[in-house]
């Protein structure tokens, strides 16, 4: 273990702060968490923050001089080149310098970059993306989010600021999104509006077989696909919703063309009753054919702890 | 003259080739044209791309030795980095070698991209772009076509086979396109897509304005610009088609943020009246705002010589 270069990745969730201890391998050496705690302020996160690395030093016996760097991926618009948290929502935060301040700390090399560009650079060099020099992560959950790889490259926009795949409009006219457009490919393929979809579904067919299990108060993304093969209204419902989500992860693949799309976030959970209708349609609408360049359609696979594997390859290259 | 290096830049058209001479700095030395004569074969393409070639080294006394290299544009799904041309459907090509056959008939090294990827990097490097390091070209022609500049780079998609962001949903039951899907961004902010929505206008309103000039088979996308400012039909119609054109423009802005968005093609000829509506939208609905990350709307420069330009620039780094 001690022969070879080791990182620390930080994953700053809403709730939970979670910590690895890799190396360019994707050897786990830790795993840790801690409360986020931004509700006390910037400075009470960032002690967190430290608490975690110290803790994962001392867990794994490593001694600072031991880590090539310490990755984070956090919510928000970052500006990465900087190191500074522009604007995050929900962690009330805004110009605030994250990288600099956590590195005068820990005393060691702090990186920082948006939380879904972590997860997509984790997967790419260590899940699902991992035989793949150009892949893109779309993350399936209470938003749409993800990251684009190309050439191995985590790609993040001018100024850090781009690669929102979810605030691309696919229904121009389509429904209202938090980020002020209409129609966003998040208000379609997100888990929230497969939720919404299944809850109206429910109501407009009191016969489904959904409400055998489920009241539109407890659905889930499961709920349509559990009873997709024998309800026609759930049915429907997945194909609504896969429908949208081809028609983005084409939209993203005309433009990209990356060997490999992966889905994350909850409801990637599927598998492949999500991925292999999702990959048959991308296959019929992709730009000029599958034989020159096709387009793989998988699930990621690292699940929750892609941002912090992909905030610790923020030091490897 | 003799002191800098020489580039040439090759745009093959479906009607006709066109040539330049010019250097790192963009100063022309020679323009000229031939016929593509692609209904001959592709043997006979190479021959008229070999004379034009030849006629500009004659016309500008230069030699061989004095040529970086000859970059070609070229329509279709092009191999970049093997010089093949894939599929081009308008020059009747497959699998076709054209880097390797051109070379070995010119004696320059010859490298080849996509014609609208080659407009792109023209506009980046000697056009509206050129003092931004992130730009895309938008093309409003008979498609919607452009290419995509990152960190001073063309960027060309995986296999060189991206970047066809015309063919990105934006209406996702929306009109037919000719790529197989519904709804695409070419669909609606082509010239094409303008000229059909205005001879459509006119058809439904015998009293606009438009009808003293034009009848629906003399519209052009010139058409409903001209009579904007006084016709509320002609004015819906330009609303209709800025209010597509800027989704699309949104929508690219949100995945790469570049500093500026070139508009180019026979539409872009309307300057302001078309960029200025553009741009008040693209700034309401840019992901975050503008103050962080702000993306300029700008007319394209360099017309239809901004493929030349950018397949000599193929050689420049």
């Not at 391998?25 to 968490?33: A, E, F, K």
Request: glycine share 12%; aromatic share 8%.
């Amino acid at each position: 273990m001690k022969n070879s270069k080791k990182f620390v990745g930080i994953d700053i969730g809403g709730m939970t702060i979670k910590g690895i201890v890799t190396d360019e391998s994707g050897n786990v050496y830790c795993r840790d968490s801690i409360a986020t705690g931004s509700e006390d302020g910037p400075a009470s996160m960032c002690k967190n923050i430290v608490a975690l690395f110290t803790n994962m030093l001392l867990a794994t016996g490593l001694k600072k001089t031991d880590v090539v760097g310490a990755g984070i991926g956090c919510p928000g618009l970052i500006d990465s080149a900087e190191g500074i948290v522009v604007f995050s929502g929900n962690l009330n935060l805004k110009d605030f310098p994250l990288a600099k301040t956590v590195a005068a700390q820990i005393d060691v090399p702090v990186k920082l970059t948006n939380d879904a560009n972590a997860a997509a650079l984790g997967e790419a060099k260590f899940g699902s993306g991992k035989e793949y020099k150009d892949s893109i992560l779309v993350t399936l959950g209470t938003g749409v989010g993800g990251g684009i790889i190309i050439d191995g490259k985590l790609f993040e926009g001018g100024k850090s600021a781009g690669t929102e795949i979810g605030h691309t409009v696919i229904e121009s006219n389509g429904y209202f999104c938090t980020c002020g457009r209409r129609g966003c490919f998040e208000c379609y393929a997100s888990a929230s509006a497969l939720m919404k979809k299944t809850k109206q579904a429910m109501e407009d067919d009191t016969s489904s077989e959904m409400w055998r299990t489920y009241s539109p108060q407890t659905v889930s993304g499961r709920t349509p696909f559990e009873y997709a093969d024998t309800d026609h209204t759930a049915r429907q419902v997945v194909d609504w919703y896969v429908k949208y989500l081809a028609c983005g992860v084409t939209n993203l693949a005309n433009i990209f063309r990356p060997q490999v799309v992966m889905l994350g976030g909850g409801v990637s959970e599927q598998g492949e009753k999500l991925t292999a209708p999702v990959q048959r349609l991308v296959n019929k609408e992709l730009f000029g054919g599958t034989e020159f360049a096709p387009v793989k359609v998988v699930k990621a696979s690292l699940g929750s702890a892609a941002g912090a594997f992909g905030a610790a390859a923020l030091f490897m290259n």
